[in-house]
């Protein structure tokens, strides 16, 4: 089993492919968002617009600083709980068109797959 170290590596490996493609969400000047993992065992998020350190165990709707939409939210969530207990996201999270006949819900044209691929690659999705 994986450390939350390991999780936390492959997070943010995965954060930068997402920055990388697409429509680049989580880099805005060249300054890419990561996460981080406190000494308390808690994750924070740097967002790549505000530089902003944000707590990301708050269950709200928005948080201060965050500068993604609820989507990106969700996914940050989502990899916050990966880290902290290996909970791994659902693949088809990474679709062209989600089961609902919802097309394209990111936006993110055929790199949507890039993501899909990795997701699964590193273990952050099955």
Same mark, same amino acid.
């Given at each position: 089993?994986? &450390?939350?170290?390991?999780?936390?590596?492959?997070? =943010?490996?995965?954060?930068?492919?997402?920055?990388?493609?697409?429509? =680049?969400?989580?880099?805005?000047?060249? %300054?890419?968002?990561t996460?981080?993992?406190?000494?308390?065992?808690?994750?924070?998020?740097?967002?790549?617009? &505000?530089?902003?350190?944000?707590?990301?165990?708050?269950?709200?709707?928005?948080w201060?600083?965050?500068?993604?939409n609820?989507?990106?939210?969700?996914?940050?969530?989502?990899?916050?709980?990966?880290?902290?207990?290996?909970?791994?996201?659902?693949?088809?999270? %990474?679709?062209?068109?989600?089961?609902?006949?919802?097309?394209?819900?990111w936006?993110?044209?055929?790199?949507?797959?890039?993501?899909?691929? &990795?997701?699964?690659?590193?273990?952050?999705?099955?």
């Amino acid at each position: 089993m994986m &450390t939350k170290e390991e999780r936390l590596k492959l997070a =943010n490996e995965f954060i930068l492919v997402i920055a990388n493609c697409g429509r =680049n969400f989580f880099e805005h000047n060249g %300054f890419i968002s990561t996460l981080e993992l406190s000494k308390g065992g808690r994750i924070y998020f740097t967002d790549c617009h &505000t530089h902003k350190r944000i707590y990301t165990h708050h269950r709200t709707m928005t948080w201060d600083g965050f500068s993604g939409n609820h989507t990106m939210k969700h996914l940050v969530d989502s990899l916050r709980d990966f880290i902290i207990s290996g909970v791994t996201m659902k693949a088809e999270y %990474f679709q062209l068109e989600m089961d609902s006949q919802f097309k394209k819900p990111w936006r993110y044209g055929e790199d949507l797959l890039i993501l899909h691929d &990795t997701a699964i690659k590193l273990g952050i999705a099955r």
